[in-house]
Nanobody
Framework: VQLQASGGGLVQAGGSLRLSCTASGFDLGSYAIGWFRQAPGKEREGISCITPHGHGTHDETDVEGRFTISRDNAKNTVYLQLNNLRPEDTAVYFC?????????????????WGQGTLVTVSS
């Protein structure tokens, strides 16, 4: 059973990336998924979460509409589209899955946490 974030990389300010959160060993469609990030020297913060059927989202951080969460349950994948990236968006991005609640508070224990993916935005 594993949850994995991928799609990070080095991008210039103003650029875009699409992160993926994929599951192996369980059906991601039964879980709400949240995206989080942790910048160097800072606390982990919640970004957004999406319900199992994608009927609602919750945006925790002030990303000013630049980030969009979505999911494709047929592919067992949840996405986070990052647009108009800024140097302050540089962080390791994580996803979490929970069967009962929409993960957006970084200090809570969720059913699964994925390995992170590094996003670096150059100025």
């Amino acid at each position: 059973v594993q949850l994995q974030a991928s799609g990070g990389g080095l991008v210039q300010a103003g650029g875009s990336l699409r992160l993926s959160c994929t599951a192996s060993g369980f059906d991601l469609g039964s879980y709400a998924i949240g995206w989080f990030r942790q910048a160097p020297g800072k606390e982990r913060e919640g970004i957004s979460c999406i319900t199992p059927h994608g009927h609602g989202t919750h945006d925790e951080t002030d990303v000013e509409g630049r980030f969009t969460i979505s999911r494709d349950n047929a592919k067992n994948t949840v996405y986070l589209q990052l647009n108009n990236l800024r140097p302050e968006d540089t962080a390791v991005y994580f996803c979490a899955a929970d069967a009962a609640i929409c993960p957006y508070k970084p200090t809570m224990n969720y059913d699964y946490w994925g390995q992170g993916t590094l996003v670096t935005v150059s100025s």
